[in-house]
């Protein structure tokens, strides 16, 4: 009995006016809410989505004279993930890197997901880079094409879950 008397005294004891109410909420929004470029998937530096595997297979590249440069690449399967769930709005930021160590910032502009563990990416590179892109996503893998300026690249699977980044020349291309 005497713990209850004296909880009840504690609380009466504490002054619960408006203002301190008010403090009270400030500082636990402070203290545990999400800053609000997390919650927007805005973060100071953006993701890569891919990057250069440690070992390349050129022999490919003699066989097919469309394709200028290549590379084997792998995938960040985080950002793979969040790329094909169609709740995750908006897409943290992200970045490719092509053959010339610049970063071109994706804008993806529509993500249609299937039920199959597939979703068709599409959407254009945010300035100052031009171009645009497509892209499927399936499984670990993600293929499709991009085009930024007046160069064209295409991702392709090379086999047992590899990724092959690829410069073509679309004069030389055969027809699809």
């Given amino acids: 009995m005497s713990t209850f008397s004296l909880t009840l005294r504690e609380r009466k004891s504490i002054d619960m006016t408006p ?7 400030v500082v636990s929004l402070a203290l545990f ?5 997390a919650v927007a998937g805005e973060t100071a530096e953006p993701a890569s989505l891919w ?5 390349t297979d050129q022999s ?23 790329l094909k769930d169609a709740t995750a709005r908006p897409h943290p930021r ?16 529509s993500t249609v997901s299937r039920f199959n563990d597939t979703a068709v990416l599409r959407g254009s590179f945010k300035p100052p880079s ?5 892209l499927v996503a399936t499984g670990n893998l993600l293929v499709g094409s991009l085009q930024v300026g007046d160069r064209f690249y ?17 004069r030389k291309m055969p027809p699809e």
């Fill in 51 to 55: 990057y250069s595997s440690p070992m």
């Fill in 60 to 82: 490919s590249a003699q066989r097919r004279p469309w394709v200028l440069r290549e590379r084997d690449i792998i995938l960040d399967m985080q950002l793979l993930q969040v």
């Fill in 33 to 37: 809410s999400t800053p609000h470029d």
């Fill in 19 to 25: 203002s301190f109410v008010l403090i009270v909420a």
């Fill in 154 to 170: 295409k991702t392709e699977h090379a086999g047992n879950g590899r990724l092959k980044l690829l410069e073509v020349d679309p």
């Fill in 130 to 134: 031009r171009g645009d892109f497509t």
């Fill in 94 to 109: 992200m970045t490719v890197e092509f053959f010339d160590a610049n970063r071109h910032e994706l804008d993806i502009t």
